[in-house]
C-alpha cells in the first residue's frame, strides 16, 4: 500500500504550482484536471500535467491525475491525453463525482485499451474514486468492488455537502443548528466500511479555510481517529499537519511493536494465546490491532526507541 498521509491538490493550469509541488513533503500529489481548472483552460492543463509528469522529479511521490467527472464533455480525451502522454509516469487516475459502478468500469476498460496500444502493463494504472453526492454514497459498496484497479475512496465534501442540502458553507465544520453529535460521522463511516470490505485506503477531502491550521488539524484528527489512511492538502502548511495527524504517535508506535513481540514470543515459545504485557492482557485480536499501527508507523518512517 502506498501511503497517503497529505494528498496535495495542485491545479493543472498552473505551471509554477506544478513545479514547486516537486519539493513538498506530501506523500501524494494529485494534478487537477477538474474543479481548480477553468473550462477555457482545461486543454492547455492537460499538456502542462503531461509536461509536468514526464520531466519533473516526482521521487517518492504517489503520481496521480484527477480528471472530469463523466456528466463533461472532457473526461475521455483527459484520460486518453495524460495516459497516452506520461502513462509510464503515473500512478493512478483519480475520478470525481463518482456516482455508480458502471463508471469506474468505464474507466477501467478505457485504461486497459490505452495500456494494450502503448505498450504498458495492462492493470498497471490504479484508480482512486472521490464519493461527493448522495447517490454516490448509496452506491459506495458496489463502487468500491467495481474494479481491481482501485486503490482508494475518497470522501469530496464540498460536493458531498451541496448534493445534500447540508446548511453551511464552511466545508468540514459542524453545520450551525447542529449541536449534538458529529454531522459527518455517518459519510466518513459508510465510507471507511466500503474502503476496508474491499482493502482500499479511505482519505478525507479537502479543509478549505487554509489559514486556519488548528481548524485543519481538528478536522483531520476526527477522521484518522476512526480510521482513515490520509487527507487533502490544498497548501504546503498543511502538508506537516496531515504527515503527523495520519502517523501514529511514537508511543502508540513503540506500544504495537512491543505487544507483537510479546505476542509472538507467547504463541512460538510458551505457546499461549493470551499472555500479559506489563498490566495488559493481549491476544490475537490484539495482535491484529498492533499490526495497523505498526504497518503505519513503518510507513511513515518511525524506529523503535523502546525493545
Ligand atoms: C472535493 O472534490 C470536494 O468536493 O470536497
Ligand atoms: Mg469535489
Same mark, same amino acid.
Given at each position: 500500500?502506498?501511503s497517503?498521509?497529505?494528498?496535495?491538490?495542485?491545479p493543472g493550469?498552473?505551471p509554477? /504550482?506544478?513545479?514547486?509541488a516537486?519539493?513538498?513533503?506530501a506523500?501524494? *500529489?494529485?494534478?487537477?484536471?477538474e474543479?481548480s481548472?477553468a473550462?477555457?483552460?482545461?486543454?492547455q492543463?492537460? =499538456?502542462?500535467?503531461?509536461?509536468a509528469?514526464?520531466?519533473?522529479?516526482?521521487?517518492?511521490?504517489t503520481?496521480v491525475v484527477?480528471v472530469n467527472? @463523466?456528466s463533461t #464533455?472532457?473526461t475521455?480525451?483527459d *484520460?486518453?491525453?495524460?495516459?497516452?502522454?506520461?502513462?509510464?509516469?503515473?500512478?493512478?487516475?483519480?475520478l470525481?463525482?463518482v456516482?455508480?459502478? *458502471?463508471? *469506474? #468500469?468505464?474507466?477501467?476498460?478505457l485504461?486497459t485499451?490505452?495500456?494494450k496500444?502503448v505498450?504498458?502493463p495492462v492493470?498497471g494504472i490504479g484508480?482512486?474514486?472521490q464519493?461527493?453526492?448522495?447517490?454516490?454514497l448509496v452506491?459506495?459498496?458496489?463502487?468500491?468492488?467495481? #474494479?481491481?484497479?482501485?486503490?482508494t475512496?475518497? /470522501?469530496?465534501?464540498?460536493?458531498f455537502?451541496a448534493?445534500?442540502?447540508m446548511?453551511?458553507?464552511?466545508v468540514g465544520?459542524?453545520?450551525?443548528?447542529?449541536?449534538e453529535?458529529?454531522?459527518?460521522?455517518?459519510?466518513?463511516?459508510?465510507i471507511?466500511m466500503a474502503?476496508?470490505?474491499?482493502? @482500499?485506503?479511505?482519505?478525507?477531502?479537502p479543509?478549505?479555510?487554509?489559514?486556519?491550521?488548528d481548524g /485543519?488539524?481538528k %478536522?483531520?484528527?476526527? #477522521?484518522?481517529?476512526?480510521?482513515?489512511?490520509g =487527507?487533502?492538502?490544498?497548501?504546503?502548511?498543511?502538508i506537516?499537519a496531515?504527515?503527523?495527524?495520519?502517523?501514529p504517535?511514537?508511543?502508540d508506535?513503540?506500544?504495537?511493536?512491543?505487544?507483537?513481540d510479546?505476542y509472538?514470543?507467547?504463541?512460538?515459545?510458551d505457546?499461549?494465546?493470551?499472555?500479559?504485557?506489563?498490566d495488559?492482557?493481549?491476544?490475537e485480536?490484539?495482535? =491484529?490491532?498492533?499490526?495497523v %499501527?505498526?504497518a =503505519?508507523?513503518?510507513?511513515a518512517?518511525?524506529?523503535?526507541?523502546?525493545?
Open positions: 500500500m502506498r497517503r498521509r497529505s494528498c496535495l491538490a495542485v493550469s498552473n509554477r /504550482f506544478l513545479d514547486k516537486q519539493g513538498l513533503p506523500d501524494e *500529489v494529485f494534478l487537477d484536471l474543479d481548472v473550462p477555457q483552460a482545461k486543454e492543463a492537460r =499538456k502542462n500535467i503531461v509536461a509528469l514526464r520531466t519533473g522529479d516526482w521521487t517518492g511521490k503520481r484527477r467527472d @463523466l #464533455s472532457w475521455y480525451r *484520460v486518453i491525453e495524460i495516459v497516452e502522454g506520461a502513462g509510464d509516469a503515473l500512478d493512478c487516475v483519480m470525481p463525482k456516482e455508480d459502478a *458502471v463508471q *469506474v #468500469s468505464w474507466l477501467d476498460t485504461l485499451q490505452i495500456e496500444s505498450g504498458l492493470g484508480v482512486e474514486a464519493i461527493e453526492s448522495a447517490r454516490g452506491n459506495v459498496d458496489a463502487i468500491a468492488a467495481a #474494479s481491481p484497479r482501485l486503490e475512496l475518497v /470522501f469530496g465534501p464540498a460536493d455537502m448534493s445534500i442540502n446548511r453551511t458553507l464552511v465544520q459542524q453545520p450551525p443548528g447542529y449541536t453529535g458529529d454531522a459527518y460521522h455517518y459519510v466518513l463511516m459508510r471507511l474502503a476496508r470490505t474491499y482493502d @482500499l485506503q479511505a482519505i478525507d477531502g479543509y478549505l479555510q487554509i489559514k486556519d491550521l /485543519f488539524a %478536522v483531520a484528527r476526527r #477522521s484518522a481517529a476512526l480510521g482513515f489512511d =487527507k487533502w492538502v490544498l497548501h504546503p502548511t498543511q506537516e496531515a504527515n503527523e495527524v495520519y502517523s504517535t511514537q508511543e508506535y513503540d506500544h504495537a511493536e512491543l505487544i507483537l510479546a509472538e514470543r507467547s504463541t512460538t515459545v505457546r499461549r494465546g493470551a499472555v500479559m504485557l506489563g495488559e492482557m493481549i491476544d485480536a490484539s495482535r =491484529k490491532m498492533a499490526l %499501527v505498526a =503505519k508507523g513503518r510507513a518512517g518511525l524506529a523503535r526507541t523502546k525493545g
